[in-house]
Structure formats: C-alpha cells, structure tokens
C-alpha cells in the first residue's frame, strides 16, 4: 500500500441501505479526489516555501528547451527542481537531468494529462528543497490538463508562434485557466503569419489577467524578462 | 480525452458507494449527472467513454441522466449577472470580457438508482 494516501486499499465503508429506497442521493464532485491530493500538494507546497508552476502547451511548443535555458540561466540564485510528465520516454528527463538540477519523469501512459495524485508520489521521490521553484512540465496538450489541478500556485501556457495566434479561442479553457502566457519561439516570427497583438487580445478576451512574455528558447531573446517574473513571483511565494 | 479518465473517476465513487450497500446491490439501473456548459467537457464524449468506463462494473447496463447547469457570470462593468453560453461568449450588455464566472461549472454526480 502507498504511504503517500494508502491508494487503492482503503475504501469508506458507508453502509447505506438500499432496501429504503432505490435512488442513492450522492451528490459529488466527479474530480473531488484530484482536489483533495491537489489540496494536499499545496499545502506542503506552501509549508516548505516552495513555488510550483504548472507549464502547459501543445506537443513541441517548446516547453523542455525554455525550462533547459531558465535553469542555465538561473540555479545559481535559487534551488530548481523538475517533474516530467510524457506518456512515454524520460527524454526530457534526460535533458533536464543534463543541467544537474534533480527531476522525476512520470509516464502517464494512456492519460493525456498529469493528475494530483501522481505528483504527491513523485514529491517523495524528489524532495524538493525548502524555498526551491519546482517546474511541473505537462504532458503535451492543450485540452486536458487544464482541468486537473496539481496544487501548483500557478499555470503557465506556452504558445509558439508556428501554432498559429487564434489557439487562444480555439482552447479557451486552458487560457481561461493560465496566470501567464509565454509567446516562444519569436525567432520564428519573420517565417510565419502570426499576429502577436491579435493573440494577445484573445488570450485577455478569455482572461483579462493574463500575463504575457515573449521567449525564443533557442536565440535566448526574452529569456532575461521571464526570468524576472520568475524571481519576483518566487519573492512574493 | 479526459472524458474517458472522468468516467473512470465516476465509477470509481459509485463503487464506493454501494461497497458494503445492504441488502446488497446487484445493478446500477441509472446515474444522473449534472456537467456545467463551461466546465470543458464534451457531452458527447462523455456518453461515448461512459459504457466503456462501466464495462465490468455494475453500472455496466446504466443509463445517463444529464442534466446540464447554464453558465453565469458576473459583469465588472455592467454589475449586472448575465448568463455566458460559453467562455468565447461576451457580456450581452457590454459585449466586453470582463466578468466573473459565477455558475456553470459543475462536474458532479447526484444520485443513482440501484438494485
Ligand atoms: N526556432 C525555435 N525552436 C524552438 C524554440 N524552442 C524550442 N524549439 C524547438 O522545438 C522543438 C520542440 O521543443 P521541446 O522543448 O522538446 O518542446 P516540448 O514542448 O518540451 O515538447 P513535448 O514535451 O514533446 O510536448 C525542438 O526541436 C526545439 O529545439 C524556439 O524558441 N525557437
Ligand atoms: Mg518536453
Ligand atoms: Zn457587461
């Protein structure tokens, strides 16, 4: 049995009698059991003083390149850790792994998204350090995942100018759900028809709040902004 | 497609519901739902993973009962509740976006009929 939440094994035994009547009145939220773990995330995330971002994008935005520079750039000024989350391989593990900061791949296998409760199992394996930033990088979709809280204190969507600028109304739940969108890949910008103006007003249709940075992972342009929001919302956690 | 991970999660609690149940149940007949229009799930999707969610359970010849919860929300600059079909939908008075979602997203199991 799993010492995190005793999965599996421990059901509530509620004896409730059927023979009164044939409609069982239940009245549950169907995710209540992801809220709960991602409960328990939070809690130990705010008890060790440590900021969680939840990274979400379609598949190849460049999620792995952007965490690789920003760990470059910055685990010298704080503590870094990574989850992985890929259906399959711990490619990206590897590459984080290369900047010698610790990471925890999680295959979901069939599940196109990450859930709470795997990240409570993955927390006991990686032992983040007090006051450290934890980067969950999510599987690569732009649908599910919005719905699944880890606990995170915030989301983060990165959209790449080659998935062209109206993925915003396309998805909304996802940029419903984000506190800052990162534009990647604006190297790119010159070779393709993406309007960023036009994407930043339908991201804040679906959000007003939203934040926005513009990053090329590769060129680096942007990295320095992005940086700052990372250090100043790690000062306010 | 998290429709299909939803129901899993569905059955899962209905489980636990009739675990231990007496006199013991042989049959779940009906499952009512109620899925807010801005809670990001398929309709659809949801009748189409359900069977295949339930295959080996009790609830494996259940019928669905959706009842589906309008979406509401909050205008900032009308202070005014107006009714959002979808997050793509803007306040009807103001035609602006800046509003708070009150009401529709609901994800929730209500009752079901054993026996
Ligand atoms: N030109 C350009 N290419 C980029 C940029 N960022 C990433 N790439 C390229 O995009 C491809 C995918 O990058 P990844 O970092 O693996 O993307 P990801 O979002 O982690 O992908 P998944 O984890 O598979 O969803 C790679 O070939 C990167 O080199 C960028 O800013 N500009
Ligand atoms: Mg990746
Ligand atoms: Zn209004």
Redesign the pocket.
Same mark, same amino acid.
């Given at each position: 049995m799993c010492g995190y939440c005793g999965c599996g094994h421990e059901h509530k035994h509620e004896h409730d009698h059927a023979h009164d009547s044939r409609i069982m009145q239940i009245e549950q939220d169907i995710l209540g059991e992801n809220q709960r773990f991602a409960d328990q995330n939070r809690a130990y995330f705010t008890q060790h003083g440590i900021l969680t971002l939840n990274l979400m994008? !379609?598949?190849?935005?460049?999620?792995?390149?952007?965490l690789v520079e920003t760990i470059r750039a910055l685990k010298h000024r704080c503590a870094i850790s990574v989850i992985e989350g890929?259906q399959q391989t711990d490619l990206?593990a590897q590459r984080i792994a290369a900047t010698a900061v610790p990471v925890v791949q999680i295959n979901t296998g069939k599940a196109c998204h990450l859930n709470a409760h795997r990240i409570g199992h993955a927390l006991s394996d990686l032992a983040p350090s007090n006051n450290s930033v934890l980067f969950i990088?999510n599987?690569?979709n732009l649908v599910c995942p919005a719905l699944f809280d880890l606990g995170e204190k915030a989301k983060i969507v990165?959209l !790449?100018v080659t998935e062209g600028d109206d993925k915003p109304l396309k998805y909304p739940h996802m940029f419903a759900e984000a506190s800052l969108m990162i534009i990647?890949?604006?190297?790119?910008l010159p070779y393709v028809s993406f309007n960023v103006a036009q994407c930043i007003e339908y991201a804040r249709r679906i959000n007003p709040h939203i934040a926005v940075l513009q990053?090329?992972?590769?060129?680096q342009q942007g990295l320095l902004p992005w940086c700052d929001w990372l250090l100043k919302t790690h000062a306010a956690a | 497609m998290h429709e299909l991970n939803i129901c899993v999660n569905l059955i899962r609690i209905l489980e636990d519901k009739i675990y231990n149940a007496l006199p013991p149940i042989t049959r779940i007949k009906t499952v009512w739902l109620e899925i807010g229009q801005l809670a990001g799930i398929d309709l659809d999707a949801i009748r189409f993973s359900f069977p295949i969610a339930a295959a080996h359970s009790l609830a494996k010849d259940a019928t669905l009962e959706i009842k589906t919860q309008a979406g509401s929300a909050h205008c900032h600059n009308c202070d005014k509740n107006v009714t959002i079909a979808s997050l793509l939908t803007p306040c009807a008075i103001c035609g602006q976006y800046n509003y708070t979602i009150t009401l529709g997203k609901a994800l929730r199991v209500t009752k079901m009929e054993t026996e």
């Open positions: 994008s !379609s598949p190849g935005s460049g999620k792995t390149t952007l890929d990206d990088e599987v690569g990165i !790449s990647n890949k604006i190297d790119l990053t090329s992972a590769t060129t | -």
